[in-house]
């Protein structure tokens, strides 16, 4: 049997050190309640997983669609392990949702290929602004339901398997 790069289903959460990682954000202001609330889930995990908070830079767009390409230029730079993708997509009554979720997410995946460095896709796309807040807890434990923390630990596993694979 040949080697396993990341921790096995039924083995438990991975909690990857992020000591020494570097890591990206990017954050949507539109949403801004949501967002800064995923914003702080990510950034409380990251310091719990050893990040330090200078090797975390921030960019701000102005919405969810807007975020695959600075994600992707943030990604091409090669200064980051992972990049962070932050926003909030909440359904209304018209057809904004669809042009705007899927092609978010696809353009997030896109560039994640394009690059090889993973960007997580910590984009809530929700019916109403009570699934966003739920979604979104701040309770001062990482371990709450917040989707912004786990995409930091998302990012901190896959730029470990990463690194292992790349490694040999």
Same mark, same amino acid.
């Given at each position: ?30 949403? !801004?309640? *949501? ?5 702080? &889930? $990510?950034? @409380?995990?990251?310091? %719990?997983?050893? #990040?330090?908070? !200078?090797? *975390? ?5 102005? &919405? $969810?669609? @807007?975020?695959?390409? %600075?994600?992707? #230029? ?95």
């Amino acid at each position: 049997m040949g080697r396993n790069f990341s921790t096995p289903p039924g083995e438990g959460e991975a909690h990857v050190d992020g000591t020494g990682r570097r890591i990206g954000i990017v954050c949507a202001r539109w949403n !801004e309640v *949501v967002t800064g609330r995923l914003l702080r &889930g $990510a950034r @409380e995990t990251l310091a %719990a997983r050893g #990040v330090a908070d !200078e090797d *975390v830079d921030l960019a701000w767009v102005p &919405g $969810a669609f @807007e975020l695959p390409l %600075a994600a992707k #230029v943030m990604a091409g730079t090669g200064r980051y392990d992972a990049v962070i993708a932050i926003g909030c997509v909440i359904r209304g009554d018209t057809a904004h949702f669809e042009y705007v979720a899927g092609p978010t997410a696809e353009g997030i995946m896109s560039a994640q290929l394009s690059t090889e460095v993973p960007i997580i896709l910590g984009v809530l796309t929700v019916e109403d602004r009570r699934q966003a807040l739920v979604r979104s807890v701040i309770e001062g434990d990482v371990s709450g339901d917040n989707k912004g923390a786990e995409a930091a630990d998302t990012a901190l596993e896959v730029a470990a398997v990463l690194a292992a694979l790349r490694a040999g």
